[in-house]
Each structure stands twice: as structure tokens, then as C-alpha cells.
T-cell receptor, first 109, second 118 residues
Framework: KNQVEQSPQSLIILEGKNCTLQ??????????LRWYKQDTGRGPVSLTI?????NTKSNGRYTATLDADTKQSSLHITASQLSDSASYIC????????FGTGTKLQVIP | ETGVTQSPTHLIKTRGQQVTLRCSSQ?????VSWYQQALGQGPQFIFQ???????GRGNFPPRFSGLQFPNYSSELNVNALELDDSALYLC?????????????????FGPGTRLTVL
């Protein structure tokens, strides 16, 4: 059974600080690992997408890493801003994507 | 803005009724995927349409059905609504891209339709 587990479930950080979110996946067949940002009640917005042969991908202050051997990915957010407050969801697979339940990030002044 | 639109924004139905949700894909995208997202959960894959044909289905019963039209817009139909069908329904359009590192399909999500079943 395909599974994606994310940690932590929730996180509070001070504005300007960095943070790292984790994603462990068991998805077969695996070809893509995706990170999305989702504001409450809105559709997810794509941050990064990596194939199994890539191990890092950046999008501004967001950097995702992928270790296909350990089936782990992380999303690093640099110099956090209040607007980064949202849920971050990780998904594995191509076409039929399995998503985790997300990490809820709150950035406070 | 992803260019993916969904209608209606909100919908309230009663148990046993039927509902049709609509999605217009981003220009140039020939693939549409539908997801159900319950409160506090990640999106769950319902099915995908590629060039008007169903191209993969998740663990949802047959009362969840869909269509894709020649302009690549799509509909999700749910019959015999149950209370547990209350959720945010998301559609995502995509286009397959082949890179030197492999094949990807960034899925661009619409804003969703919030369905409440009473």
C-alpha cells in the first residue's frame, strides 16, 4: 500500500528563522516527489517536483531534497515570512499521486 | 493563479442526492486529475482523465464517475451522496514533460469545490 508520512504535524517558528519539514514515502511505482503549499480552504500550489534521479530542487526560499535510497525528502524554508504560514503537503508518484496529511506551519512575528 | 477554475465554489446537498462538479483545465493541458480532501487530511486521488479516457483510478466506489470533454475540461459526478462525501474536491490539470532527469507532470490545482452533505 502506498504511504506518505510527514513530520512534524505542526510547527511554530519565529519570522526570519529557517525550518525543515520531513517526508517519508513508500510509493510504487515511484517517479516523482512533489511539495505543495496549501492555504486553508484553497487549492495546493506547487513548490517543487523532482524525479527519482534528482536530489535537490530550489524555488526561491524553498529547497527540497530527495534521497531515493532511504525514501526520504525534506523541504527547507529559509528566512521565513509571515506569508509562509500554511500547510505543506508532500506527494509521491506519477499521475496517481499519494499525498501525506501535511505539516501545518505557523510563522509568528 | 494557476489558470484552473472550478465550479461551483460551495455546494450543499442532502444524503442520496447526486452532484456534478466542473473543472476547466489550464490552457494546453490535456490531463485532469480529481482529488477528495477531507478536513485535516491530504488530497486523495479519485481518478485521472487523459485525452477523454480514464487513465487511472483510486479506491473510490463506482458512484464516483467522471468525464473529460474535447476541450479538456472535466466533470466529476457523485451519485447517492453519503455524509462522508463532505469534503473539498480538487481538480488538477497537467501536461507530461520529459526532462533529461525523467518524466514529470506538475499538477496545477484549482481552488476546489467545498461539498457539504447533510
Amino acid at each position: 500500500k502506498n504511504q506518505v508520512e510527514q513530520s512534524p504535524q505542526s510547527l511554530i517558528i519565529l519570522e526570519g528563522k529557517n525550518c525543515t519539514l520531513q517526508c517519508n514515502y513508500t510509493v510504487s511505482p515511484f517517479s516523482n516527489l512533489r511539495w505543495y503549499k496549501q492555504d486553508t480552504g484553497r487549492g495546493p500550489v506547487s513548490l517543487t517536483i523532482m524525479t527519482f534521479s534528482e536530489n535537490t530542487k530550489s524555488n526561491g526560499r524553498y529547497t527540497a531534497t530527495l534521497d531515493a535510497d532511504t525514501k526520504q525528502s525534506s523541504l527547507h524554508i529559509t528566512a521565513s515570512q509571515l506569508s509562509d504560514s500554511a500547510s505543506y503537503i508532500c506527494g509521491g508518484g506519477y499521475q496517481k499521486v499519494t499525498f501525506g496529511t501535511g505539516t501545518k506551519l505557523q510563522v509568528i512575528p | 493563479e494557476t489558470g484552473v477554475t472550478q465550479s461551483p465554489t460551495h455546494l450543499i446537498k442532502t444524503r442520496g442526492q447526486q452532484v456534478t462538479l466542473r473543472c476547466s483545465s489550464q490552457s494546453g493541458h490535456n490531463t485532469v486529475s480529481w482529488y477528495q480532501q477531507a478536513l485535516g487530511q491530504g488530497p486523495q486521488f479519485i481518478f485521472q482523465y487523459y485525452r477523454e479516457e480514464e487513465n487511472g483510478r483510486g479506491n473510490f466506489p463506482p458512484r464516483f464517475s467522471g468525464l473529460q470533454f474535447p476541450n479538456y475540461s472535466s466533470e466529476l459526478n457523485v451519485n447517492a451522496l453519503e455524509l462522508d462525501d463532505s469534503a473539498l474536491y480538487l481538480c488538477a490539470s497537467s501536461l507530461r514533460v520529459t526532462r533529461t532527469s525523467g518524466v514529470t507532470d506538475t499538477q496545477y490545482f484549482g481552488p476546489g469545490t467545498r461539498l457539504t452533505v447533510l
